[in-house]
């Protein structure tokens, strides 16, 4: 895990700085939620921006913006109200959750409607994670079993794909605008030659699985993400949602 600056960056390199773009890119906001926010990498970047930054995580390990810290359980109601924030920031956080759906939903009752939710995860959709997945039972982000003697915060307990994920936001009153990755790592390109391969396959199987053509037409939106270079070959993936967009 990179450091920045004097701060644990408790993420792969390069992913704040992607949230941090996606996020510029939004119109109107000015408050944000940072969550899980470690030491607080992110959020100080963020408020280098300018926005008025408020910083959540289990526990009371942030070292800056203390004024504006509040605890919060990811899997249980988060303590803001209604529609405070124009965007929430979740770096590394929902797949260690129990509770996933109920984060989501959470998240969509505290953003204002039209405001961002900028999510990073481990890439479970990379063909690397894929062949490993295929060769093992375990994905890139969670090559071994866990241990069960020991559960911990940290542990990979939600590890999904992007159409996974892009279901849960679907279905809480979000719509995906805008899929990024932290890095393609050199070890990734290997796998380049068995995009054509992969793709008429999954076509063919969307083709024949469905029949509904509204849901056919979802699907094709669905194919056109799953085999785009930052799901692809990306290490992390990091998804903008915006709430109440149709």
């Not at 109601?77 to 956080?93: N, R, S």
């Not at 405001?115 to 969670?142: D, E, M, Q, V, Y």
Request: charged share 25%.
């Amino acid at each position: 895990m990179p450091a920045e600056g004097d701060l644990f960056a408790n993420t792969s390199r390069n992913a704040n700085a992607v949230a941090e773009a996606l996020l510029a890119e939004e119109p109107g906001v000015r408050r944000v939620l940072d969550i899980p926010c470690g030491e607080g990498a992110l959020t100080r970047r963020l408020l280098e921006r300018g926005y008025e930054v408020h910083s959540a995580d289990l526990e009371p390990v942030a070292k800056v913006n203390l004024e504006r810290f509040r605890l919060a359980d990811m899997d249980r109601p988060l303590p803001y109200e209604d529609g405070f924030f124009d965007a929430v920031v979740c770096v590394d956080g929902i797949e260690h959750l129990t509770r996933p759906f109920d984060f989501i939903a959470e998240c969509a009752r505290v953003l204002r409607p039209g405001g961002a939710f900028i999510l990073c995860t481990p890439n479970a959709s990379a063909l690397r994670s894929r062949w490993r997945f295929f060769l093992t039972g375990f994905h890139n982000k969670g090559k071994t079993p866990l241990d069960e003697r020991a559960p911990h915060p940290l542990h990979h307990i939600a590890l999904v794909t992007f159409p996974e994920l892009r279901y849960r936001l679907h279905t809480r009153g979000f719509r995906v605008t805008a899929v990024r990755a932290n890095i393609t790592k050199a070890a990734a390109w290997f796998y380049l030659p068995w995009v054509p391969l992969a793709y008429l396959v999954t076509r063919l199987v969307f083709w024949r699985e469905e029949r509904d053509p509204a849901v056919r037409r979802q699907n094709r939106e669905v194919l056109g993400q799953l085999f785009s270079v930052p799901v692809l070959f990306g290490e992390l993936l990091l998804v903008k949602a915006v709430k109440g967009v149709a």
